[in-house]
């Protein structure tokens, strides 16, 4: 068993780092209040743009290759970094999506802030984006 845990170390899946920022970028395509940017760099973007800040425990198997998964997941969903090549009509649905999961509590994930304390929302974290996200939302014909 202990050579099983040792060999599986050695196998480790690609990390999600680029310091591209991509004309698509949601910063490039929106002008984004510093304090929004804040918000979404320390709450959202490890797990939904093409830049994730690996803790040190990401580097041990099993759990790098859940976090993996758990990060390809989360773009697929919604990825900051690509967030211009959506239509119009996908961009107004996530920003009234992200709203409701922010203003419900359902983002970030819990099983995310129990290891990320300092990505957990503070009410006024929770409002400046749900105010922010629906002025987005109505800005888009």
Not at 45 to 64: A, E, K, L
Request: hydrophobic fraction near 35%; charged fraction near 20%.
């Amino acid at each position: 068993m202990t050579t099983i845990l040792i060999g599986i170390q050695f196998f480790q899946p690609l990390q999600n780092k680029s310091d591209e920022v991509t004309a698509s970028h949601i910063e490039k395509v929106y002008a984004v209040p510093q304090n929004v940017k804040a918000v979404l760099v320390q709450s959202c973007y490890d797990c939904h743009s093409n830049n994730t800040h690996y803790p040190w425990y990401s580097r041990i198997q099993p759990g790098s290759w859940y976090m993996a998964q758990h990060i390809k997941k989360g773009k697929e969903e919604l990825n900051f970094s690509n967030f211009g090549e959506y239509s119009p009509r996908k961009q107004r649905n996530k920003f009234r999506a992200m709203a409701g999961q922010v203003k419900d509590g359902e983002m970030p994930l819990s099983s995310y802030t129990l290891i990320h304390r300092n990505a957990v929302l503070s009410q006024e974290d929770k409002q400046v984006l749900v105010k922010w996200f629906g002025v987005m939302e109505d800005s888009i014909k």
